[in-house]
Each structure stands twice: as C-alpha cells, then as structure tokens.
C-alpha cells in the first residue's frame, strides 16, 4: 500500500499563474483533506470531503477549490497564486470524522512557493 | 479563532529527561484529543490519543495527561531520546463534522 501520495513534491509559481496538487490514498478512505502548514501557524484546514463527489470549507478555504469526482483522488486548485499561498501543502486522509477510525494518514506534503 | 492553543513553541530537553508539552481547548464540543509528531520532511502522524473520559493515557514512554474541567492536557515523554526530536501538535476534534483542530505545534529537540 502506498498509502496517501501528493503530487508534485515541488512547485514554484509566478503571482496569477494556476496549479493543481493532486492527492490520491489507496486506504479505501471516505474523509480527506488539504491542509497548509506554515511557520507558527500549525496546520490549518483548507478544505475537506466527507465522501466522493462531497466538498466542504474548512479555516482557510478563500483563494483555493477542491474536487473529489473520485473516491481516491482529492484534487486542490489554486486559480490565480498569490505570494501568500507560498506554503507546504498536506494532504490526509481517514475512515472516519472522529474517534479511533479518525485518525488521519498524511501525505508527504507538497512545497509550493509564490514569487 | 484558534480553539487548540499549544505551549511552548519550542523545547530543549536533555537526554533522559522529560518533555511536556502542554495544551488548552476552548470548544466544550470536542471529544477526542490526538497526539500527532511530524519529522522533519515528513508528513504528521498519529502518536497517541485520548478522550475526555479518561484522565490519562499511557503507551510506552508517552502520556497523556487530560484535565475536563480545566480544559487542558497535555504530552509526556518520559526518558526523552534524540530520536524523538520533531514537531509535535496537539489537536481536538468532535462528531460534529469531524474536523481536526491543531495546535500551533511544539518543535522539541533532545540533546545528547
């Protein structure tokens, strides 16, 4: 099992360009995630999906949009980066919201900067 | 608003000794408390668990120590190694949507 894979591992971006950071987990998991980690900050929400073809808002959601068409693959879009964004992306994924089929397996992260 | 504030930003520790990393809640919502610790490069990952039922979970050189009418808990870690130099986060989570909220994290490092 290669459990949750990001891709890609690095991008960099020009202010206004467009990205997509794929995740896929081969967990037959319903819940997934993106969140960004930045200095001091934790890791915050940005959006999650109870189950295939489900989206939700989580902290930090402005700026970005999701979409699960398929039960494995949890996709994060940026339309137009801005510097702010620069940051490291993870991804998750769990059985369950809560409890002790909650818990979340995380991706490897992606490094994303915005110049 | 951050629901989950964690206690102290970083940590030195000796070797053999212990490490306490401490955190405070705010939503009364919440029922399970995870543990998670991130090596550098790596992704988070579940180290140990707890729900507000239990006032103390142990697993190894790893406690949880939990307070419900204070709404605190925070990590043990006894013996502390180099090896466990990382990045730990608490965080809390309830039914009700079942998102996770973290900590801030605590960057512990145990010197030799």
């Known amino acids: 099992n290669a459990g949750v894979t990001q891709t890609p591992k690095f991008r960099v971006l020009k202010t206004g360009q467009s990205m997509t950071l794929l995740c896929a987990q081969d967990?037959?998991?319903?819940?997934m995630y993106w969140y960004r980690q930045d200095p001091g900050m934790g890791l915050r929400l940005i959006h999650y999906?109870?189950?295939?073809?489900?989206?939700a808002k989580g902290e930090v959601p402005d700026g970005y949009n999701v979409s699960r068409l398929k039960k494995q693959n949890f996709l994060l879009g940026l339309e137009s980066a801005a510097p702010s964004q620069t940051s490291v992306y993870f991804c998750?994924?769990?059985?369950?919201?809560?409890?002790?089929?909650?818990?979340?397996?995380f991706g490897p992260g992606t490094r994303l900067t915005v110049l | 608003q951050q629901q989950v504030k964690q206690s102290p930003q970083s940590l030195i520790v000796q070797k053999g000794g212990i490490s306490i990393i401490n955190c405070a809640y705010e939503?009364?919502?919440?029922?399970?408390f995870p543990w998670y610790q991130q090596f550098p490069g790596k992704g988070p990952a579940l180290l140990i668990a707890?729900?507000?039922?239990?006032s103390e979970k142990k697993e190894g050189r790893f406690t949880i120590s939990f307070n419900k009418s204070a709404k605190q808990f925070s990590l043990h870690i006894m013996d502390s190694q180099p090896g466990d130099s990382a990045t730990y986060f608490c965080?809390?989570?309830?039914?009700?949507?079942?998102?996770?909220?973290f900590g801030q994290g605590t960057e512990l490092s145990v010197k030799p």
């Open positions: 998750a994924s769990s059985y369950s919201g809560t409890g002790d089929l909650g818990e979340q397996f």
């Open positions: 967990m037959n998991h319903e819940y």
């Open positions: 999906s109870v189950g295939e073809g489900t989206t």
């Open positions: 939503n009364t919502a919440f029922d399970y």
């Open positions: 707890i729900r507000p039922d239990v």
């Open positions: 965080a809390g989570t309830s039914n009700q949507g079942g998102k996770l909220i």
